[in-house]
């Protein structure tokens, strides 16, 4: 079944912007999240809000020399984008992976609001 075409230009702006993350550009990852955007740890535990913040989150992620989010599965629907990803990250114990579930809702071709569900960290 073809999905309709707001779910797959949706889509597209997630996968974008999880291409720039891999690639650690910050800019360009910003280019996809509107300015007034929020992000949560799940349900509602607000991490960042606005474009600021959100940058200087990802300035300091994007200084750990291993990360790298690996796509498991990507549904759409709508605005809503999920994702499902396996982040490998540096933590003062040392390198882990992360299952990660990212729920992205995306309007007008911009990340609007992003929640986070993550795993423990599996060292080694």
């Known amino acids: 079944m073809e999905i309709d075409g707001q779910s797959r230009e949706n889509t597209e702006v997630v996968s974008r912007q999880l291409e720039a993350y891999n690639a650690r550009d910050i800019d360009k990852f910003m280019s996809f999240w509107a300015s007034d955007a ?3 740890a799940w ?4 991490i960042a809000k606005g474009w600021d913040q959100i940058r200087a989150r990802h300035i300091d ?3 750990e020399p291993d990360l790298f989010a690996h796509l498991i599965t990507r ?7 999920v994702d499902r990803e396996i982040v ?9 992976k992360l299952d990660v579930i ?3 809702e995306v309007e007008k071709g911009m990340i609007r609001r ?8 599996v060292f080694g």
């Open 43 to 46: 349900p509602s535990e607000t």
């Open 61 to 63: 992620r994007f200084k």
């Open 75 to 81: 549904v759409a629907v709508g605005g809503m984008v």
């Open 114 to 121: 992003a929640w986070f569900k993550q795993g423990l960290p």
């Open 38 to 40: 929020e992000v949560f």
């Open 88 to 96: 490998t990250r540096n933590f003062p114990e040392g390198r882990a």
């Open 102 to 104: 990212g729920i992205y």
